[in-house]
């Protein structure tokens, strides 16, 4: 379990399933072994941080050698709980909820959106790659054993569903309205504005233009 892995720093635990997919993938390759200049230019981070990160979970690189995949990819797993599924919900099957419902999450790790929710009575009742879509008005009758919730409604309803999802024991959510939620102690919200995103990445292509080699 992640959150019983004190000795890792958060910026280091945030990176794992990164290396995770990329590890995973080249495992399928049939590679046993990289080096962390091949890591490094992989998943863009520099490789004295991946040195730093993986020398938190005791896998040291061997110079020339570079690091056992198979090591790595077992640590990852028992780290990032690969084998226990979390239950997603989501809420919103707007354009981006449906983008979510139609993106295979399963692919590399063990999420499954399980159940949607809906106000528009032309969307309840209906399904997106077999994920069965909901009325809201259900929402505490159909949300058992689900963790984790996606938030892809309109801001102005974001808190209070976000309200209801916490009663309804949801401790994780993917907040992707601009609406900053407020939920008590323990519950965790992670917080992705596109439009932001979006928009940071031009001013700093603007102000803080990248120096390129040679
Ligand atoms: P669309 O074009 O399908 O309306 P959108 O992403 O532009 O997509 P939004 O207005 O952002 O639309 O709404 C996202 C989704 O959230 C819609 O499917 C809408 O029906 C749904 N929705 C609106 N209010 C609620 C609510 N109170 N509870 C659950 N879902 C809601």
Same mark, same amino acid.
């Given at each position: 379990?992640?959150? !019983?892995?004190? =000795?890792?720093?958060? &910026? /280091?635990?945030? *990176?794992?399933?990164? $290396?995770?997919?990329? #590890? ?16 490094? !230019?992989?998943? =863009?981070?520099?490789? &004295? /941080?991946?040195? *730093?990160?993986?020398? $938190?979970?005791?896998? #040291? ?24 599924? /979390? ?128």
């Amino acid at each position: 379990n992640m959150a !019983d892995q004190h =000795k890792i720093p958060q &910026a /280091t635990a945030k *990176r794992l399933p990164l $290396y995770y997919r990329f #590890l995973n993938n080249l495992h399928i390759q049939g590679k046993s072994r990289v080096s962390s200049k091949e890591l490094s !230019d992989a998943v =863009k981070v520099d490789s &004295a /941080t991946i040195r *730093r990160d993986f020398s $938190y979970f005791g896998a #040291l690189g061997k110079k020339g050698y570079g690091y056992n995949v198979e090591y790595l990819l077992g640590f990852f797993r028992k780290t990032l709980d690969q084998d226990e599924l /979390t239950n997603i919900a989501l809420i919103g099957v707007g354009n981006l909820g449906t983008a979510f419902l139609h993106y295979n999450f399963t692919k590399n790790n063990n999420t499954k959106i399980q159940m949607a929710f809906d106000a528009d009575p032309n969307k309840i009742g209906g399904s997106i790659d077999d994920v069965p879509i909901y009325s809201i008005d259900e929402l505490e009758d159909k949300l058992k054993d689900v963790q984790v919730a996606i938030l892809t409604v309109p801001v102005s309803v974001a808190q209070s569903i976000a309200d209801r999802l916490v009663n309804c024991g949801v401790t994780g959510i993917l907040n992707f309205t601009p609406a900053r939620i407020t939920v008590p102690d323990g519950i965790r919200v992670h917080h992705i504005d596109l439009a932001v995103e979006l928009q940071s990445l031009v001013y700093f292509m603007k102000h803080y233009p990248l120096e390129t080699l040679e």
